[in-house]
Nanobody, 124 residues
């Protein structure tokens, strides 16, 4: 059975840090990543890592977020530093088994599996 489970969300003041975790089981992913959705907005990509471990970040989080992965445990992390109120959103972990996922990393349809989401709230 395929499972994608996120954890680690919470509330923090601006400038603080949070670390999200995504445990994936039941499959071998090619690409994994984090997406977020704020109220009234579309879901957007935050950071993705491909099968060779190459990370890609959306411009708004570059220099603040990193996406380490523990391959042995098939667990993905999102280390978020210098958080801003505009980072407030529901964060989702996603995984893809598509061999061409690296070419379509920001498209939601690329991803076969999604977690239930974890809330991140940043106050000013």
């Amino acid at each position: 059975q395929v499972q994608v489970v996120e954890s680690g969300g919470g509330s923090v003041q601006a400038g603080g840090s949070l670390r999200l975790s995504c445990a994936a089981s039941g499959y071998s992913s090619v690409c994994m990543g984090w997406f977020r959705q704020a109220p009234g907005k579309e879901r957007e990509g935050v950071a993705v890592i491909d099968i060779v471990g190459r990370p890609t970040y959306t411009d708004s989080v570059k220099g603040r977020f990193t996406i380490p992965k523990d391959n042995a445990k098939n667990t993905l992390f999102l280390q978020m530093n210098s958080l801003k109120p505009e980072d407030t959103a529901m964060y989702y972990c996603a995984a893809s088994r598509r061999s061409d996922c690296a070419y379509y990393i920001w498209q939601l349809s690329t991803y076969n599996y999604w977690g239930q989401g974890t809330q991140v709230t940043v106050s000013s």
